[in-house]
């Protein structure tokens, strides 16, 4: 039998939460016709216009092979365009098309619907505090982990 129960386990909540933002997410966001690894891909290139695949996929959680899926098929999709950088020929900036743009604005709608219907079950006190604990979480997780200096 092992030493800490399942029930007072902090990761078990964390997942259930990611899990359930996940599939209310998945769920908003599949009439505006994109996953939400897709969803979080146009939304940093909307706010980085022109940004690397690679630095791309540091702001989405994802490594760099996942992200050139993600990319590849928002392209053929033509929801971006990827054109090579002026001074770096091996990096492709990447940005939102016109198309790109109208399904991220439709996409955003139905995320932020997702977020401030959760964000309504708390008071603002409330909400900073969760805020400031899972952060806390996560820079505790981080410091912990032995790949890192």
């Known amino acids: 039998m092992t ?3 399942a029930a007072e386990r902090l990761g078990s ?3 259930r939460a990611e899990q359930a933002m996940a599939a209310a997410k998945t769920a908003a966001l599949k009439p505006a016709g994109v996953t939400v690894s897709q969803y979080s891909a146009l939304l940093h290139l909307d706010e980085n216009p022109g940004i690397s695949a690679a630095a791309l996929a540091r702001l989405c959680g994802v490594t760099p092979p996942t992200m050139n899926t993600v990319l590849s098929n928002l392209q053929e999709r033509g929801l971006i365009e990827r054109t090579p950088h002026a001074w770096h020929k091996n990096v492709l900036e990447t940005r939102l098309t016109d198309k790109g743009a109208a399904v991220m604005k439709d996409a955003d709608s139905r995320a932020i619907h997702v ?3 959760v ?3 708390f008071g603002a006190a409330e909400l900073a505090q969760l ?3 899972l952060t806390r979480c ?3 997780f981080d410091s912990i982990r032995p790949d890192r200096p």
């Open 138 to 140: 996560a820079d505790r």
């Open 119 to 121: 964000a309504a079950e």
């Open 3 to 5: 030493s800490m129960p």
């Open 131 to 133: 805020q400031n604990l």
């Open 13 to 15: 909540y964390l997942k």
């Open 115 to 117: 977020e401030r219907t």
